[in-house]
């Protein structure tokens, strides 16, 4: 193979590792900086700020003598307070030797129990902190949809016929009463799939009826990054018009298609921009979680369907920002437990956990279809990173919070000797289980 035929692949391996590495910094970045900064606030001296681990490319030591630096390998980093004895905040008070009590006071093993704790917990909830604030501001910027389902601008999509007008509040669809948003959408879920529908609609003080385009036609949305739809070359606002040669109508049609496919290989006829492509792929198993709770294991493209128009919103307020910003952190926290209960009792495939190759691939197919794409994707992995923490397991912050549990109960801490094995227990589990995913991402569909 030529020289010049490897740059394209290169040039996307690039972006792919710029991505993930950006990405990772910035959670990083914050997650270590909630221990640094409610550290200094309960009086733990912070010695290193290190984004990035092994051999230090760049560094400087603050008024308060604190060294941040940045190492060769972005992927972590640590905050090594006063007394640590490695970059895991590991140590014991037995290990603080002759300190004087004020020096003892600015080490992590010899601040009280409420500064330690505050500390580590810092960290996570940081973590979470950023998705939230990511999310609310996403929601300010883009808006929500009006409770009454109304049109706020029609898109121009070729082939599909359009009576519907900007400001058109539907007020029924396919003879459905629909008071709200929700029971549009359920509406809309349950045409059958007819090209056309009837609509209720309200437009300048009256009430009409009229026949339009059925609401969810199959006009592709969003693609999902590393999905067999992307790596076809299948883009947003393509519009399939047939599979494998039998035409489709809805997009819960094509749905309907590809779910019977069973993982065979499909053609897609697609229109774009007045042209008609075909394009082939193989739908992937992919395990979905339920609104009710549990995973239903369907075959999928990784396409998601849109209204041919788009609704009039509104801008909401800060505190409802927020409120949805942690509503959207709290089902991605909760789905991704989840996920994992699942894994571990066997009803769900375990190719589900991804590692870096995977994680890394995400980032840079998010970047590529967009910077709010690629911010909302970073949030999710705030959550994602958050909520690992707080494992119980020695070495994450949620294993030196179980430790300092059992000291306020027991009064004291746990044994030196039985730290150190439980927190190299942590870590051979820790290690196994990067492994794993590696493995994953290396031999999983």
């Not at 809805?250 to 492509?277: C, H, K, N, Y």
Request: charged share 15%; net charge negative.
């Amino acid at each position: 193979m030529e020289l010049i035929n490897l740059i394209p692949s290169f040039g996307g391996l690039a972006y792919t590792i710029l991505a993930f590495v950006l990405a990772l910094s910035i959670i990083v970045f914050v997650h270590e900086y909630g221990h640094y900064i409610v550290g200094r606030w309960s009086g733990i001296h912070a010695e290193v700020f290190s984004l990035g681990f092994g051999p230090v490319i760049w560094s400087r030591v603050d008024r308060r003598g604190t060294r941040w630096q940045l190492a060769a390998l972005p992927l972590g980093g640590y905050v090594k307070f006063m007394g640590d004895s490695n970059a895991a905040s590991a140590g014991h008070v037995e290990d603080l030797g002759d300190l004087t009590a004020e020096q003892r006071r600015a080490t992590m093993q010899g601040a009280p129990l409420w500064a330690r704790t505050a500390t580590v917990a810092a960290g996570p909830v940081f973590n979470f902190i950023l998705s939230i604030a990511v999310f609310a501001g996403i929601f300010l910027l883009s808006g929500v949809a009006t409770d009454a389902p109304t049109v706020g601008t029609v898109k121009p999509v070729p082939g599909i016929a359009t009576a519907l007008e900007p400001g058109d509040r539907i007020i029924a669809l396919g003879g459905q009463e629909t008071p709200d948003f929700p029971a549009f959408m359920a509406a809309a879920a349950a045409l059958p799939t007819a090209a056309e529908t009837t609509y209720r609609v309200e437009r300048g003080g009256q009430t009409l009826e009229v026949t339009d385009s059925h609401p969810l036609p199959p006009l592709v949305e969003t693609v999902q990054p590393d999905s067999a739809a992307s790596e076809a070359g299948v883009q947003a606002g393509d519009i399939v018009t047939a599979v494998d040669g039998q035409p489709v109508t809805t997009f819960a049609q094509l749905r309907e298609v590809v779910g019977a496919s069973d993982g065979g290989p499909l053609r897609l006829t697609l229109m774009r921009g007045g042209e008609e492509i075909t394009l082939d792929l193989q739908p992937r198993r992919v395990d979905l979680p339920l609104p009710e709770g549990g995973f239903e294991t369907r075959w999928l493209i990784g396409l998601t369907g849109a209204l041919y128009f788009d609704p009039e919103t509104r801008v909401p307020g800060v505190l409802e920002s927020i409120g949805l910003g942690a509503t959207q952190s709290w089902d991605i926290a909760t789905t991704s437990l989840s996920g994992l209960w699942h894994m571990i009792t066997g009803a769900i495939s375990s190719c589900n956990l991804r590692g870096p190759i995977g994680i890394a691939e995400t980032s840079g197919a998010a970047a590529s279809a967009g910077i709010t794409n690629f911010i909302w994707f970073i949030a999710m992995l705030s959550t994602a990173v958050g909520m690992m923490n707080l494992f119980p397991v020695p070495v994450l912050d949620g294993g030196h919070l179980v430790f300092y549990a059992y000291e306020a109960v027991a009064g004291k801490p746990p044994n030196a000797k039985a730290l150190r094995v439980l927190m190299s227990i942590g870590l051979a589990a820790i290690l196994t289980l990067m492994v794993f995913a590696l493995s994953n991402d290396l031999f999983c569909p």
